[in-house]
């Protein structure tokens, strides 16, 4: 052991996919359905309201803010939520902003977890779970949410949970569990059913759940996004994540947060206060001001929660289309802003003899990457260890592209399959 060797807790944890492909893209400049971004422009009165921030008059702004959250912020999200969970939500206590919903997961989980305590993950997951559990001296216990369709179309919907399985991972150990709906990458929205027999679970076991809703405006109609903390007596016991990113399509912007009861905000404050203590006051501001806009508008034509959605479910179904159309089998998502599709059926038109990854997907889409320029992200990234094999033979695209660049992704596929 060298002095300067990586910590243990984090070995093991030295390769992400995002490093890698972002990387790959830079290289070999396909075309990006990788990472999940906007190539379109965000609401105009959000990047008006950063613009006039950055000129106005309130020079204030340009310094720290407060740590848990700026004040206006807080205010509108206090807002938006006590109407969307029907209870008053104290801005002061209950809700915490932060570097992104990254770090809503890290300081939540870090906030709370225990050495030895276990965490229930479903598979596949955003990456970035497992190693937060574990270096938070937490044990991942995964479950994998199944395809149980084997003909026809399928739909997110059609990946399920085995509840009998789910509750044999619940015990005297478990202290949380992490849910994320809308889902990265499958596009699931969780039914009320299923979040219900997770509420069950967590309520018998006294396990908090931590539910990763950054998705939560991306719900195709005519599905429903569901908050677990409205379940019966599940506000006591979840802390819900969202991410500015996502809602407004400014990725880059990297502001997220959390709410829940005060007590278990109080834990996540405390990491926050021990490691970013504060995030960045314009964009708070300009996000605020995006949610004052918003506010008045929920459920109309007009709001941005409601026409994005609906100009995303035309993506999803030409992306779909095109897909099939080169013999790929896409789950059609009921939300987000993702596809996965089973590329095996194209196998033998691929060599990846070339390729040394230990996945087949990474194999894949490396060589698509390279040799036909479109770039997808290796799915079994999202797998633990035990269930990579299960993301093999899938790809993921992002479908939250001009209608220009889906088109040329189509064209892309269709033109290499009729080679
Ligand atoms: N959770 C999920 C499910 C995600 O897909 C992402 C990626 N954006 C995040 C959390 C992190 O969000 P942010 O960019 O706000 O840090
Ligand atoms: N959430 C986005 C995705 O899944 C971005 C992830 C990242 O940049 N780490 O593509």
């Not at 087949?360 to 269930?387: C, E, H, V």
Request: charged content about 20%.
């Amino acid at each position: 052991m060298n002095k300067f060797d990586l910590p243990e807790r984090y070995v093991g944890n030295d390769k992400s996919v995002w490093v890698e492909y972002i990387q790959l893209a830079l290289e070999h400049k396909p075309l990006n359905l990788g990472q999940g971004f906007a190539d379109f422009a965000p609401p105009d009165y959000i990047t008006k309201a950063l613009a006039d921030i950055s000129q106005g008059p309130n020079v204030l702004l340009h310094q720290y803010t407060r740590g848990f959250g700026h004040p206006r912020l807080i205010t509108a999200l206090s807002k938006l939520y006590s109407k969307l969970i029907g209870r008053e939500i104290n801005p002061q206590t209950e809700i915490l902003v932060t570097s992104g919903a990254y770090e809503a997961l890290y300081a939540c989980i870090n906030g709370h977890i225990e050495t030895g305590d276990e965490v229930i993950i479903m598979d596949p997951y955003f990456d970035c779970y497992d190693p937060m559990v574990r270096t938070a001296g937490g044990i991942p216990k995964s479950i994998p949410l199944r395809l149980k369709k084997t003909s026809g179309p399928i739909s997110s919907s059609d990946w399920v949970l085995d509840s009998q399985e789910l509750e044999s991972l619940f015990n005297k150990k478990t202290k949380m569990i992490i849910l994320n709906t809308p889902h990265n990458p499958l596009g699931k929205v969780f039914s009320l059913e299923e979040l219900t027999i997770i509420a069950d679970l967590c309520k018998k076991w006294n396990v908090l759940c931590i539910s990763d809703e950054v998705y939560e405006w991306l719900v195709f109609e005519p599905n429903k996004h569901v908050r677990i903390a409205t379940l019966p007596d599940m506000w006591e016991r979840t802390i819900t994540i969202g991410s500015a990113g996502k809602t407004f399509s400014v990725t880059g912007w990297k502001t997220g947060w959390a709410y829940g009861p005060a007590n278990l905000m109080r834990n996540a404050q405390v990491v926050h206060q021990n490691c970013v203590y504060t995030c960045t006051t314009p964009i708070q501001e300009a996000i605020a001001i995006g949610f004052e806009i918003e506010i008045p508008k929920l459920g109309q034509d007009d709001c941005y929660f409601v026409s994005l959605p609906r100009m995303l479910k035309a993506k999803r179904d030409y992306m779909a289309k095109f897909l099939s159309d080169v013999g790929m089998i896409p789950t059609v998502p009921e939300g987000g802003f993702f596809m996965i599709a089973d590329w095996s059926p194209l196998e033998s038109k691929i060599d990846l003899s070339q390729e040394t990854d230990q996945y087949k997907d990474y194999r894949f889409t490396k060589w698509m990457t390279k040799n036909i320029g479109l770039q997808g992200i290796p799915p079994s990234a999202f797998y633990s260890n035990d269930y990579k094999h299960l993301g093999e033979n899938l790809v993921r695209y992002c479908f939250i592209k001009t209608d220009e660049n889906l088109k040329k992704a189509a064209d892309i596929l269709l033109t290499w399959k009729n080679k």
